[in-house]
């Protein structure tokens, strides 16, 4: 379970509880805050923050109606749903590997623009045939398929 802390900021002219709201979506993006995760209460929030309650608990139903919370009634506000991006987590495997296929291109001599064409033409093929099994020959594979 994430703990929240709320920073608001009452000279941004932004009103107080959109704060809340953007805070939490921020989190969400990031991965601070997963589905599952229970919001602070209302008077946690006010403790921490001198921000009424009820101002709290407009952006709790702002984030209900976003679909991205629910009130569970005698246990609290809970996240429903993660905005963060899939890949996002630096260690995510898949990222992981791509990096490592940059990398590798980079070490065999091919800058950006034919490591660009590349991943471009492979994209393609995999995208829009499903197949991925063309070979560098293929048409739109262009000449850095052929640089590698």
Do not use: C
């Not at 009103?15 to 946690?44: N, S």
């Not at 709790?60 to 899939?86: D, H, K, M, N």
């Not at 987590?89 to 001599?109: K, M, V």
């Not at 033409?121 to 398929?145: I, K, L, N, Q």
Request: charged share 20%; no cysteine.
């Amino acid at each position: 379970m994430q703990v929240v802390v709320f920073r608001i900021d009452r000279r941004s002219g932004v009103a107080t509880y959109l704060q809340i709201v953007r805070q939490v979506e921020q989190a969400l993006r990031m991965g601070a805050l997963v589905e599952g995760d229970r919001l602070p209460t209302a008077a946690q929030v006010a403790a921490a923050t001198k921000v009424n309650p009820n101002t709290t608990l407009k952006a709790y139903r702002e984030l209900e109606r976003a679909g991205l919370a629910e009130v569970r009634q005698g246990a609290g506000t809970f996240i429903t749903r993660s905005l963060a991006e899939p890949g996002s987590d630096p260690e995510w495997p898949l990222r992981s590997s791509l990096n490592e296929w940059l990398h590798q291109a980079r070490a065999e001599g091919l800058g950006a623009a034919e490591v660009r064409e590349l991943f471009r033409a492979s994209f393609e093929t995999v995208f829009t045939t499903g197949t991925g099994t063309e070979t560098a020959a293929s048409p739109g594979a262009g000449t850095a398929a052929g640089t590698g």
